[in-house]
């Protein structure tokens, strides 16, 4: 295959807009199932009786207990740390919460909860009669307070709490496709160091100033400089991501004509997101030396064999 710089037209048409992987589908409908098994523990299955001192002693025996309440609630991870920050800052748990604190993550939470029987109470009634507490009103947006009501959603059935155990994987589900994404980059790359000897790294290089996502041979003597994005949805980090590239390739260019050498700058970018965001796609396209996507990998071959020295390059 020729090492060629593709049309934005090329790029457009064979962007792959949603990112199919059995395996993390797997992987997610796994994590699904071991919520599942927690939430059929008898305190929180369908019909159960919901009282805090049952529910402080689910929680305190189940380590993932307080995943599957939040998830029930549909209280974000984030939101439920702001919150126990402002318990401590209104004196509800011990230590306080003043500037030289810092916020609990949520494995030191779950680990007061399996420790402090006292603490361990204290999340127990936030989650199920938090959002009645006229405390918490004066704090707290009713738009969250509401969803501290697991009292009144314990009756969700199985098939309802799967769909919502699945909806709270989103963040963790999108980022493990960019992972997933660049391990065919990876696998890529690793099939050319097979063949031709030629490594590959990752890191901080000072020829572009900022970390690159793969470098052939290495970040600091990079003849190839691969930096990725995969979208299936718009984020607000899009447009300082397309910089971000575009600054990158400024600095190749720059590079390159000083030292009169051919140094070749990739982009790979796919996803959906990135059809929805037409105009950085076409600057993503359009100013690189190469552009990538799934449906075009197999170019990274040519391109490193064009570029990459010979003293790198292992005869066949």
């Known amino acids: 295959m020729e090492a060629r710089k593709i049309t934005f037209q090329e790029a457009w048409n064979s962007t792959t807009v949603f990112f199919v992987d059995d395996e993390l589908e797997d992987e997610i409908d796994a994590e699904v199932m071991s919520l599942l098994e927690v939430a059929n523990d008898a305190h929180v299955a369908e019909g159960a009786s919901i009282e805090v001192d049952s529910i402080r002693e689910f929680l305190m025996r189940n380590d993932k207990g307080l995943d599957v309440i939040l998830r029930d609630?549909?209280?974000?991870?984030?939101?439920?740390?702001?919150?126990?920050?402002?318990?401590?800052?209104?004196g509800h748990v011990n230590g306080g919460f003043d500037f030289e604190s810092t916020e609990w993550g949520l494995a030191k939470i779950k680990n007061k909860i399996r420790t402090e029987p006292e603490f361990a109470y204290l999340i127990a009634w936030l989650v199920v009669d938090g959002g009645s507490d006229p405390e918490l009103a004066q704090y707290i947006p009713r738009y969250y307070l509401d969803t501290l009501n697991y009292r009144e959603i314990r009756g969700s059935s199985q098939a309802a709490r799967r769909i919502r155990y699945k909806r709270a994987l989103i963040g963790t589900y999108g980022g493990r496709k960019g992972y997933k994404v660049e391990a065919r980059i990876r696998q890529t790359l690793e099939r050319i160091q097979e063949?031709?000897?030629?490594p590959f790294g990752r890191g901080r290089s000072r020829m572009v100033?900022?970390?690159?996502?793969?470098?052939?041979?290495?970040?600091?003597?990079?003849?190839?400089?691969?930096?990725?994005?995969?979208?299936?949805?718009?984020?607000?980090?899009?447009?300082?991501?397309?910089?971000?590239?575009?600054?990158?390739?400024?600095?190749?260019v720059e590079y390159n004509s000083r030292n009169r050498e051919t140094r070749a700058f990739v982009n790979f970018v796919d996803g959906g997101g990135w059809l929805a965001r037409k105009r950085d796609l076409h600057r993503l396209v359009e100013q690189?030396?190469?552009f990538l996507n799934l449906q075009h990998?197999?170019?990274?071959?040519?391109?490193?064999?064009?570029?990459?020295?010979?003293r790198y390059i292992r005869s066949v």
Request: glycine share 2%.
């Open 73 to 90: 609630i549909e209280l974000s991870e984030e939101k439920f740390l702001r919150i126990v920050s402002l318990l401590r800052k209104l």
């Open 195 to 198: 063949k031709y000897g030629v």
């Open 209 to 252: 100033n900022t970390d690159i996502d793969f470098a052939i041979p290495d970040v600091e003597d990079p003849w190839v400089i691969i930096m990725s994005s995969f979208q299936e949805t718009t984020s607000s980090g899009q447009t300082t991501k397309a910089r971000d590239m575009l600054n990158a390739y400024l600095r190749v």
């Open 288 to 290: 690189c030396h190469y």
């Open 297 to 310: 990998l197999e170019m990274l071959e040519a391109i490193v064999l064009k570029h990459v020295p010979a």
